[in-house]
T-cell receptor
Framework: ETGVTQTPRHLVMGMTNKKSLKCEQH?????MYWYKQSAKKPLELMFV???????ENNSVPSRFSPECPNSSHLFLHLHTLQPEDSALYLC?????????????FGEGSRLTVL | GQNIDQPTEMTATEGAIVQINCTYQ??????LFWYQQHAGEAPTFLSY??LDGLEEKGRFSSFLSRSKGYSYLLLKELQMKDSASYLC??????????WGAGTKLIIKP
C-alpha cells in the first residue's frame, strides 16, 4: 500500500469509447503526476499538477485530457484512443512539490485499446 | 542531450551479490534515483545520490560518480523477493526526472 490508489486496474476500450482513469492520494502531497509505462521503455511523463495547477504537459496528444479538482485527486480522461496508446498508466504524487525525485506511485491502470 | 543506459536483464543466484549499472549523459544534474518495481506493482523509491560515493541502506547500496556519469545499485544476500525491475532515474537541471528503461533482475534458487 503506497497511499496512492488508482482505478480501474484494468481497462479495455475501443477506439471510439470515452473512459476515465482515476487517481487518489492519501498522503497529503501537493504534486501529482501521470506517467505512461510501455514494455521495455523508459517512463514517459505526461502531465504534472502542483497545487492543482498544471505545470507540465509533455506534448501529449489531446485525446488525453487531465483533470485535477483538488490536491488529492487526479483524473485522466481518454477519448478516441489509438492501439499504440495501450500501456500501463501510472499516477504518482510527491510531498515537496515538483522539485523532488521521491515519487509515490500507484499500481497503475493497464489500458488496452482495441 | 540526455541519455540513460542500463542493462535490460540480469540473472543472479539467491544469496549472492549483484551490481546493476547505470550510465548517463546530461548537461545538468540534481541527483540520481533508484526505484524498484515488482511485476504488476507500483515503482517504489529505493535510493537517492547527489554527491559522489556510496550510500548504504541495509542489503541495498547505491554508488555515484558524477565525473564518470555512472551509478550502480548493489544488492547483497539476494532473496527471491528481490526479483523485480530496477529503474535508474536522473534529475536534470530543470528538476525533470529522466528515466532509464529499467533492468529486470531474475533471481534463481
Amino acid at each position: 500500500e503506497t497511499g496512492v490508489t488508482q482505478t480501474p486496474r484494468h481497462l479495455v476500450m475501443g477506439m471510439t469509447n470515452k473512459k476515465s482513469l482515476k487517481c487518489e492520494q492519501h498522503l497529503g502531497h501537493n504534486a501529482m503526476y501521470w506517467y505512461k509505462q510501455s514494455a521495455k521503455k523508459p517512463l514517459e511523463l505526461m502531465f504534472v499538477y502542483n497545487f492543482k495547477e498544471q505545470t507540465e504537459n509533455n506534448s501529449v496528444p489531446s485525446r488525453f485530457s487531465p483533470e485535477c479538482p483538488n490536491s488529492s485527486h487526479l483524473f485522466l480522461h481518454l477519448h478516441t484512443l489509438q492501439p499504440e496508446d495501450s500501456a500501463l498508466y501510472l499516477c504518482a504524487s510527491s510531498q515537496e512539490g515538483v522539485h523532488t525525485g521521491e515519487l509515490f506511485f500507484g499500481e497503475g491502470s493497464r489500458l488496452t485499446v482495441l | 542531450g540526455q541519455n540513460i543506459d542500463q542493462p535490460t536483464e540480469m540473472t543472479a543466484t539467491e544469496g549472492a551479490i549483484v551490481q546493476i549499472n547505470c550510465t548517463y549523459q546530461t548537461s545538468g544534474f540534481n541527483g540520481l534515483f533508484w526505484y524498484q518495481q515488482h511485476a504488476g506493482e507500483a515503482p517504489t523509491f529505493l535510493s537517492y545520490n547527489v554527491l559522489d560515493g556510496l550510500e548504504e541502506k541495509g542489503r541495498f547500496s547505491s554508488f555515484l560518480s558524477r565525473s564518470k556519469g555512472y551509478s550502480y545499485l548493489l544488492l547483497k544476500e539476494l532473496q527471491m523477493k528481490d526479483s523485480a525491475s530496477y529503474l535508474c532515474a536522473l534529475m536534470d537541471s530543470n528538476y525533470q526526472l529522466i528515466w532509464g528503461a529499467g533492468t529486470k533482475l531474475i533471481i534463481k534458487p
